[in-house]
Nanobody, 121 residues
Framework: EVQLVESGGGLVQAGGSLRLSCAAFGFSFDDYAIGWFRQAPGKEPEGVSCISTRAGMTYYADSVKGRFTLSSDNAKNTVYLQMNSLQPEDTAVYYC??????????????WGKGTLVVVSS
C-alpha cells in the first residue's frame, strides 16, 4: 500500500538548481519520517535530508547544508528538496525514503524507485 514516487531529476550545469518532489501514498507524515537519500555510482546510499515530525527533527548532511532545503505539504503528502548551487559531486540517484531518518531502517522503511540527478562542470 505504501508507495513513494519521485520526480524532478535531470541534467544541470554546476551552480544550477533543481527541485525534487516525492508524492507519498498509503501513509501520513505523522506516521513516518520522510526525506531523501542519494547513491552515487559505486557508493553506499547517503542520507541527504529528512524530517521527523514526531521527533521535531530536521536533518541535513554536512555536504548539503546551506545549499539544499527540505519542505513538505502534509495535506498533499508531498515532500520537496530544493537543491541550489549544485556541484558535480551531487550527481547521484536520489531516493525518497519513509521510515528511515537520518539512517535507513532495513525491513521497516520504504524507498521510491529514485530520480537521477546529473551535474555537469
Amino acid at each position: 500500500e505504501v508507495q513513494l514516487v519521485e520526480s524532478g531529476g535531470g541534467l544541470v550545469q554546476a551552480g544550477g538548481s533543481l527541485r525534487l518532489s516525492c508524492a507519498a501514498f498509503g501513509f501520513s507524515f505523522d506516521d513516518y519520517a520522510i526525506g531523501w537519500f542519494r547513491q552515487a555510482p559505486g557508493k553506499e546510499p547517503e542520507g541527504v535530508s529528512c524530517i521527523s515530525t514526531r521527533a521535531g527533527m530536521t536533518y541535513y548532511a554536512d555536504s548539503v547544508k546551506g545549499r539544499f532545503t527540505l519542505s513538505s505539504d502534509n495535506a498533499k503528502n508531498t515532500v520537496y528538496l530544493q537543491m541550489n548551487s549544485l556541484q558535480p559531486e551531487d550527481t547521484a540517484v536520489y531516493y525518497c525514503v519513509a521510515g528511515g531518518c537520518p539512517k535507513p531502517y532495513p525491513g521497516m522503511d520504504y524507498w521510491g524507485k529514485g530520480t537521477l540527478v546529473v551535474v555537469s562542470s
